[in-house]
């Protein structure tokens, strides 16, 4: 099976994505953003991660990397999807370096194109389940019963990032970022480019499968 990157804004979609394709085709999904909320925030690093989480700039690639190369390592000879890695060609060149250490390698990256309009209500009004990471949507995807995890019961909860503000701030660092990123992969061939919201779960698997 493909191994495969994302790469999408914020509220793009990769959670939602990665869930079904996880779910369909037994991928292991490796969300960076999800290994560094995971740091427990008592402890000085966590403290400094969730500060520049909150803020919607980058953690620093040494703290990313330590974390990915420790989960790849862990998972190796299974397929995986990368969620929110590499966001910069220096991490693409990083990752890269990783890969080939670990005897891995990736095969195919998705680029989910989604206009800033829709991203903000999405990040706006998402809501996770702290337990099984089911995610839903105030506005798109309400749970049966507001605020209540359809599957485990669990309260939902925001993430501290998704406000207007920080959100603006992710858009503009992805936007910065990602222009070059999508470069580099178009030019080793591995780039799709894929509607993120029509149809975006099929065109997915159609490329996965058929390729
Ligand atoms: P995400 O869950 O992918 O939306 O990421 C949430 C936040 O985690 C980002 O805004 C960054 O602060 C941090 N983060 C996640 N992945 C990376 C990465 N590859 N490099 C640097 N920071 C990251």
Same mark, same amino acid.
């Given at each position: 099976m493909k *191994?495969? /990157?994302?790469?999408?804004?914020?509220?793009?979609?990769?959670?939602?994505?990665?869930? /079904? /394709?996880?779910?369909?085709?037994?991928y292991i999904h490796i969300s960076t953003g999800d290994l560094l909320r995971d740091i427990d925030e008592s402890s000085p690093l966590g403290k400094k991660i969730r500060e520049i989480q909150v803020s919607g700039k980058l953690v620093d690639d040494e703290t990313v990397f330590e974390l990915l190369e420790e989960k790849l390592q862990s998972i190796k000879g299974k397929p995986f999807l990368l969620d929110g890695c590499a966001r910069t060609v220096r991490q693409a060149e990083l990752l890269e370096q990783v890969l080939y250490k670990l005897d891995m390698q990736l095969d195919l990256v998705i680029e989910l194109d989604v206009p800033y309009d829709i991203l903000l209500k999405r990040a706006t009004g998402?809501? !996770?389940?702290?337990?099984?990471?089911?995610?839903? *949507?105030?506005?798109?995807?309400?749970? @049966?019963?507001?605020?209540?995890?359809? @599957?485990? @019961?669990?309260?939902?909860? !925001?993430?501290?990032?998704? *406000?207007?503000? #920080?959100?603006? #701030?992710?858009y503009e660092t992805y936007l910065e970022n990602a222009t070059p990123l999508i470069e580099y992969y178009k030019n080793l061939g591995k780039l799709v480019k894929i509607d993120g919201i029509n149809n975006t779960y099929e065109m997915i698997s159609e490329k996965i499968q058929n390729d």
């Open positions: *191994n495969i /990157l994302f790469i999408a804004p914020p509220a793009g979609g990769k959670g939602t994505q990665s869930g /079904l /394709l996880v779910e369909n085709f037994g998402r809501i !996770s389940c702290p337990k099984c990471k089911a995610i839903f *949507n105030k506005y798109f995807k309400p749970p @049966h019963e507001e605020g209540v995890c359809d @599957h485990c @019961h669990e309260a939902l909860v !925001s993430r501290n990032d998704d *406000n207007e503000e #920080t959100f603006k #701030t992710r």
